[in-house]
């Protein structure tokens, strides 16, 4: 059951309610009576994963991950190796320091 922010136009009391999802939006407001209250857009409804055992990829569709692994595969040449693009790789760079000499 989300949690709903509620504020009263007369009064200007805010306040946080929480109930279901088949439950009609509040009307009077608890500290003045009036009915001039409105719930405001935020959270309400929303899922929150707390802790650190949620991850981003969890829950993925099996749509997503026949794409993420087709992509993955077409990234690879014949042999297993990703492709190089014809591009060369330039040799790694090794400094040489000058020996010193005896005088």
Do not use: W
Not at 18 to 40: G, I, M, T, W
Not at 81 to 91: C, D
Request: with cysteine; hydrophobic share 25%.
């Amino acid at each position: 059951m989300p949690t709903y922010e509620y504020k009263c136009d007369a009064c200007g009391h805010q306040f946080d309610e929480f109930q279901s999802f088949r439950d009609d939006p509040l009307k009077v407001c608890p500290k003045c009576h009036a009915e001039a209250l409105r719930r405001l857009f935020g959270t309400g409804a929303a899922i929150l994963f707390k802790g650190s055992g949620f991850y981003e990829t969890d829950y993925r569709s099996e749509s997503y991950k026949k794409a993420a692994r087709a992509d993955a595969d077409a990234g690879k040449g014949t042999n297993g190796k990703a492709e190089s693009n014809g591009k060369s790789e330039a040799p790694a760079k090794t400094e040489t320091k000058p020996s010193p000499s005896t005088t």
